[in-house]
């Protein structure tokens, strides 16, 4: 079935510490997109990254899409990367993406 | 650009009545899509619109909603009649194209409680 799995589903962190996120997905999902979820519920785009590694800051993101699986890091982490982190991916042609249920990641000062 | 714009921010009805939640996408943006959020299944994406033509409303729960795409930079999600387990966020995006670069741009969602 069509499948975006996401581990851990929590994470709590000094602030300053690294963390990796994971996000496994099915054959039939590709062009892996990450978001941000802040506290207060908006939805930001963090990386578009069907393929390779990308780098914007403190954050990085590499997919194999052989492998069917992505990674974002995060460097350094601050109390303001807390929230909720979603990986998706778009089902075949068409512009439909699937989420998957997320790592909520909290950040202690 | 001031992104994309949803309204209400926040609606509380009562079970029975009509919920019409509203979307402005970034101009330009061809392609326009509505979600849902809750605790028990996630984000999912409920229809989605290309050039103001709905392309796949899988999502849609049942014929209780009904979402149109008028013109270009205007959209609406209807609900009626409302029921308690409709309470959600619901968010609407725009992309400029579903294609090599189709990063989503998310409003700031609709908070719906029906009682």
């Known amino acids: 079935g069509i499948q975006v799995e996401q581990s851990p589903p929590d994470l709590i962190l000094q602030e300053g510490a690294n963390s990796t996120l994971r996000c496994n997905f099915s054959?039939?999902?590709?062009?892996l997109q990450w978001f941000h979820q802040n506290p207060w519920g908006q939805l930001i785009n963090l990386f578009y990254?069907?393929?390779g590694t990308k780098q914007n800051g403190r954050l990085s993101a590499t997919t194999v899409a052989t492998e069917r699986y992505s990674l974002l890091y995060i460097s350094s982490s601050q109390t303001t990367d807390s929230g909720v982190y979603f990986c998706?991916?778009?089902?075949?042609?068409?512009?439909?993406?699937?989420f998957g249920q997320g790592t909520e990641l909290s950040v202690k000062p | 650009d001031a992104g994309v714009i949803q309204s209400p921010r926040h609606e509380v009805t009562e079970m029975g009545q009509e919920v019409t939640l509203r979307c402005k996408p970034i101009?330009?943006?061809?392609?326009l899509f509505w979600y849902r959020q809750t605790m028990m299944r996630g984000l999912e994406l409920l229809i989605y619109?290309?050039?103001?033509?709905?392309?796949?409303d899988s999502g849609m729960p049942e014929d209780r909603f009904s979402a149109k795409m008028p013109n270009a930079s205007f959209s609406t999600l209807k609900i009626q009649p409302s029921e308690p387990r409709d309470s959600a966020v619901y968010f609407c995006?725009?992309?400029?194209?579903?294609?090599?670069?189709?990063?989503?741009?998310f409003g700031p969602g609709t908070r719906l409680t029906v009682l």
């Open positions: 995006a725009s992309s400029l194209e579903s294609g090599a670069t189709d990063t989503q741009y």
């Open positions: 054959d039939s999902v590709n062009n």
């Open positions: 990254i069907p393929s």
């Open positions: 998706a991916g778009r089902v075949n042609q068409g512009g439909k993406l699937i």
């Open positions: 101009s330009g943006h061809d392609y």
């Open positions: 619109f290309n050039n103001n033509v709905p392309i796949d």
